[in-house]
């Protein structure tokens, strides 16, 4: 496969909204009832069988696995099958249990292909050598169709990336027509989290839909997250659009873990008007410009590029992906990291965004 051939050889968020059970109870008598009514043959209201999809994610242990998964033309659709992995926090997901992305990397390329380019990805292998921990990283030039993968199908933490998902879920909920920007959303103390930034939201505050986006992504605020996430039906919602979208690899547990091929397909989805709606995924992107912390991937611009991105932190871990809009065409870059040395993160990343605009912005 493509994304095979590309990857070098390879030496934040908690689960809300259902806890798991013990193997054998609960969640086992509601999966073998929903498999009795759909071999019966019987007809079945297609909103029950969502409902006890979502009952059965909520249920079910971590060592559960929902199937089948949903295909790339769902990207605008969330179905209620759509596969859903409950991972534990503690370590990332076995290498072994990735799915191959290969050509499904992005959803098209120039003329429906994938350039692999061999001279960016030795470029940035070099810097990357000798740093602390692990890195991985994807870019995609959209004008061009060439291609960089290193590591590209390695789960790494996703720390604040996922609040990505949440902004998707939400503009999927006001499409649906469930929900509005002008909505009130109030922060309580279940959706608390540690570490709120400066200008975020507490308990008590009550904003719009709109205005908790824009913190959520912007300053990166937690509480903003989890205020939304509990506005638009908790982490089931948000697997199972996931997977609707094609992100085969992101995983939902204690932590969130995903790929740099996830995530760039994500990316490339908004930047092609296919998140959600093109009016939404143009509001995504004009959130996502309004980014404030801009330490990693900005740094190795020049001054005035446009970048729109989300980062993410953990201890030991730092991320960074965007769409950079460069005067030779905008192209997208993902780097995800874990076991690193915090510091030193922060300037790699910066280095392999400058490496990259090199080749592909200029």
Request: glycine share 10%; proline share 6%; aromatic share 6%.
């Amino acid at each position: 496969m493509f994304l095979e051939g590309l990857v070098a050889p390879s030496s934040e968020g908690g689960w809300r909204g259902g806890g798991k059970m013990a193997p054998g109870q609960d969640w086992l008598r509601v999966f073998g009832l929903a498999v009795g009514i759909l071999l019966s043959g019987a007809a079945v209201d297609p909103l029950a069988i969502s409902r006890v999809a979502v009952l059965f994610v909520t249920l079910a242990p971590a060592e559960a696995v929902v199937a089948p998964s949903a295909t790339a033309e769902a990207a605008t659709a969330p179905s209620a099958t759509a596969t859903v992995v409950v991972d534990p926090c503690q370590t990332p997901p076995s290498a072994d249990a990735a799915k191959a992305t290969g050509d499904s990397l992005l959803p098209a390329g120039v003329n429906g292909q994938l350039k692999r380019d061999d001279e960016l990805t030795g470029r940035l292998a070099e810097r990357l050598d000798g740093l602390e921990g692990d890195y991985g990283v994807a870019a995609y030039n959209l004008t061009t169709g060439q291609a960089v993968a290193i590591r590209a199908d390695e789960f790494f933490p996703s720390a604040s990336l996922y609040k990505l998902l949440i902004m998707q879920t939400v503009y999927r909920a006001v499409q649906d027509g469930k929900l509005s920007l002008a909505d009130p959303v109030s922060v309580n103390l279940n959706d608390v989290e540690d570490g709120e930034p400066a200008g975020g939201l507490f308990p008590g505050d009550t904003v719009t839909v709109a205005e908790a986006l824009n913190k959520m992504i912007t300053i990166s605020s937690n509480n903003a997250a989890y205020a939304l996430l509990s506005k638009v039906g908790g982490w089931p919602v948000v697997a199972q659009q996931a997977a609707a979208l094609g992100l085969g690899n992101t995983t939902f547990g204690k932590c969130i873990f995903t790929t740099p091929a996830d995530v760039l397909r994500l990316l490339d989805l908004m930047a092609a008007g296919r998140l959600v709606s093109p009016d939404a995924s143009t509001a995504m992107l004009n959130t996502l410009l309004q980014q404030q912390v801009n330490d990693r991937l900005p740094k190795g611009l020049p001054e005035g590029t446009l970048i729109a991105h989300k980062t993410g932190e953990l201890p030991g871990v730092r991320n960074d992906a965007g769409v950079v809009y460069a005067p030779g065409g905008p192209y997208l870059i993902v780097v995800l990291s874990q076991h690193v040395d915090e510091d030193e993160a922060t300037q790699a990343i910066s280095e392999i965004s400058r490496i990259v605009y090199q080749h592909y912005g200029g």
